[in-house]
């Protein structure tokens, strides 16, 4: 069965950058038909989709993001990363990573637990 | 972007009720869209995926239908652990982007 752990600092100061892991077990990261991507969640609110990374190397960001954002992965520990740049306060979101079927069927089927991040001083 | 508009943004329904959630999009999406329910401190979870599959182990009582900027999510018969909110998203195109939720409460 496979998991998704998202690991990473809870806070963050304002212009800093955050930093945060997903580490995938029980599968490879390096499998054809998946999407990794990062998703979050602003407390009280919906959510929004960040970006994600594809095996072959291609990442795509949210336009909303793309300057400040890099995703990048390890396959030597089945990890991949989310970096964010001159955070601030209206970052602070619970960031999800999460599994996506390939081929555009709306299906992210697998999710970590989720870790809270503040931006603040 | 593709905008996903959600309605209603709150329901309330009694258990045993058949229950509609719509989801329309800014442009035609094929089928490309997915239905989550998500839990207060918990990650969503997917329900349903190419607008009509249901998802391996989600319960029969979850439907889904419609192709091109109109979905709906149905329940047929509200059970205690479905009050939740529910989200719909697209990944016809990037960004992936979701709907805002509907909230479905206890009546």
């Known amino acids: ?121 | 972007a593709i905008q996903m508009t959600q309605s209603p943004s709150s329901l309330s329904a009694s258990v045993g009720d058949r229950v509609t959630i719509t989801c329309r999009a800014s442009q035609g999406i094929r089928n490309d869209l997915g239905w989550y329910q998500q839990k207060p401190g918990k990650a969503p979870k997917l329900l349903i995926y190419a607008a009509s599959s249901l998802e391996s182990g989600v319960p029969s009582r979850f439907s889904g239908s419609g192709s091109g900027t109109d979905f709906t999510l149905t329940i047929s018969s509200l059970q205690p652990e479905d009050f939740a909110t529910y989200y719909c998203l697209q990944d016809y195109n990037y960004p992936v982007t979701f709907g805002q939720g509907t909230k479905l409460e206890i009546k």
């Open chain 1, 1 to 121: 069965q496979l998991q998704l752990q998202e690991s990473g600092p809870g806070l963050v100061k304002p212009s800093e950058t955050l930093s945060l892991t997903c580490t995938v077990s029980g599968g490879s990261i390096t499998s054809s038909t998946y999407y990794w991507d990062w998703i979050r969640q602003s407390p009280g609110k919906g959510l929004e989709w960040i970006g994600n990374f594809y095996y072959s190397g291609t990442s795509y960001y949210n336009p909303s993001l793309e300057s400040r954002v890099t995703i990048s992965v390890d396959t030597s520990k089945n990890q991949f990363s989310l970096k964010m740049t001159s955070v601030t306060a209206t970052d602070t979101a619970v960031y999800y990573c999460a599994r996506r079927v390939g081929g555009s069927i709306g299906a992210f089927d697998i999710w970590g637990q989720g870790t809270m991040v503040i931006v603040s001083s």
